[in-house]
């Protein structure tokens, strides 16, 4: 079993920065791969970032790609997201979630969810 929560989120104007944390829970957490995906009002959720288990490889969707990075550091169970160069468009709840493999996080056939955290891009 494995907890995940989101932090690090809030309000940021256009071109601003944030990074995102997500606290793991478990000791099978360094097993997981990691991702981050996202959720727009009136939107579906999409997926964000991914990252394998042992940080090795790392996956972005097109619209974050150069802008977001993610991370894991599995000594303190945790992953990352730096987002830099925020837009408006990024406004979403973000939510970290753990998979057992990077395509199934990829595709949203994840086993673990957090509970998201609110991220707003505005001036």
């Known amino acids: 079993q494995v907890q995940l929560v989101e932090s690090g989120g809030g309000l940021v104007q256009p071109g601003g920065s944030l990074r995102l944390s997500c606290a793991a829970s478990?000791?099978?957490?360094?097993?997981?791969?990691m991702g981050w995906f996202r959720q727009a009002p009136g939107k579906e959720r999409e997926f964000v970032a991914a990252?394998?288990?042992?940080?090795?490889?790392?996956y972005y969707a097109d619209s974050v790609k150069g802008r977001f990075t993610i991370s894991r550091d599995n000594a303190k169970n945790t992953v990352y997201l730096q987002m830099n160069s925020l837009k408006p468009e990024d406004t979403a709840v973000y939510y970290c979630?753990?998979?057992?493999?990077?395509?199934?996080?990829?595709?949203?056939?994840?086993?673990?969810w957090g509970p998201g955290t609110q991220v707003t891009v505005s001036s």
């Open positions: 979630a753990a998979g057992t493999s990077s395509i199934k996080v990829r595709i949203g056939k994840n086993d673990y």
């Open positions: 478990g000791r099978t957490f360094s097993t997981y791969a």
């Open positions: 990252i394998t288990w042992s940080g090795g490889s790392t």
